[in-house]
């Protein structure tokens, strides 16, 4: 069943809407970001981004049906992000989705953001042997998940403080850099030397699976400081150097997961997956010590539809089906697949 399935995205800051084909055929991902809007505050200001959401989901959803080459009547499900996320803008997405669904009379089904990072992996690679490790590194989160089956997931380590896409974010403000820090983070240490800072590799030498990164972050914090004003080498050097650290934490942990774990297979995936840096270390790894390591393209790494299409097609497929009653829920958690609340 569903065949072809709008996926509605709305947790945060990126208004989208996809049309996917059989899990793994992306016809279309239209994905509008607010970036601008949020820019001048330097972060996402709730109250905006629900009004944005509220603005762009109708001219989205056209986009996306147009770039398809298909229309309402040929949809067989409607899937939206349910949470996690900023509850003004969630709801935004999942009244629209209900709606559609009862116009269209097909089933709507609810989708946990963070199993749909996951399942960006499988837009790109339905193959993906499991059980496997995820590596989960976004603005709001940062967690080694063992995925056992679909729907099966087990937590292994997650941050004890600042998500790794946090730390990029507010490195590049005390860095000076634009709006959203972590590309503008990592196009400066393009430029920078690595080695030319030593900072911190927090917990690396600890047991365990869980990250930090706010003594990273407050060790940079001093070294901006004593610095006084930068300059753009400086700059450079210093973004180019917290890349390094942030990365190297990610790889030991990853690394320890997989033999802990005694797995070859590794799924990174949210919007810290599109780092260069990391693609380029982690890869390396895998050639070192024999695992796969697997990506999802850069455009669905970062918030999109597409990913909640494919995680929405394989709860149908597994028979689930929610109520228009059913609410958005900014904590939800992983858990063996079910959303918070959800039937
Ligand atoms: O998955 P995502 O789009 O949204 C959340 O669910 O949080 O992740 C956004 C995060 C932001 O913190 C952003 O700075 C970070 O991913 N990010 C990057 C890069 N591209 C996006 N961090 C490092 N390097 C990048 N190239
Ligand atoms: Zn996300």
Redo the contacts with the bound molecule.
């Keep these: 069943m569903g065949d072809l399935i709008l996926g509605i995205e709305t ?2 800051d ?1 208004t989208a809407v996809a049309v996917v084909e059989r899990a793994t055929v992306v016809r279309s991902s239209v994905v509008s970001s607010q970036v601008e809007l949020h820019a001048p505050f330097g972060g996402v200001v709730p109250e905006i981004a629900g009004r944005a959401h509220i603005r762009e989901l109708v001219p989205v959803l056209a986009d996306a049906l147009a770039e398809a080459g298909v229309s309402g009547s040929d949809i067989e499900a409607v899937a939206a992000t349910t949470g996690p996320g900023l509850a003004g803008s969630l709801l935004v997405g999942v009244s629209a989705a209900k709606a559609l669904s009862l116009v269209w009379d097909v089933p709507f089904v609810a989708v946990n ?1 963070l199993e749909a ?1 996951l399942y960006a992996s499988f837009l790109e690679e339905p193959d993906l042997d499991l059980p496997l490790v995820v590596l989960l ?5 940062t967690m080694l998940v063992l995925m056992e089956d679909h729907g099966r997931y087990r937590l292994l380590g997650s941050t004890l403080d600042d ?4 730390a ?2 507010k490195v ?1 403000a005390l860095l000076g850099l634009p709006y ?4 503008s ?2 196009r400066a240490a393009e430029e920078g030397d690595e080695h030319a800072v030593d900072f911190p590799r927090p917990l690396l030498g600890s047991p365990g699976l869980d990250f930090s990164y706010s003594g990273l972050k407050t060790a940079v914090a001093v070294e901006v400081e004593r610095r006084g004003r930068l300059t753009p080498r400086e700059v450079a050097d210093i973004a180019a150097s917290f890349q390094a650290a942030a990365v190297d934490v990610l790889v030991a942990r990853a690394r320890r997961a997989l033999g802990d774990q005694g797995l070859l297979q590794l799924a990174v995936v ?3 997956a ?3 840096r ?1 693609r380029g270390a982690l890869e390396q790894a895998g050639r070192e010590e024999g695992f796969r390591v697997s990506f999802p393209p850069l455009a669905l ?3 999109n539809a597409a990913m909640i299409a494919a995680a929405g097609l394989r709860e149908l497929s597994r028979g689930r089906r929610d109520g228009l009653d059913l609410n958005a829920f900014s904590r939800a958690p992983l858990q063996g697949g079910a959303v918070a609340g959800g039937s």
């Design positions: 947790s945060c990126e953001h990072h590194v976004s603005g709001g989160h998500a790794a896409g946090e990029f974010d590049a959203p820090g972590g590309p983070l990592a949210g919007g810290v599109a780092n260069q990391l790494c970062t918030d």
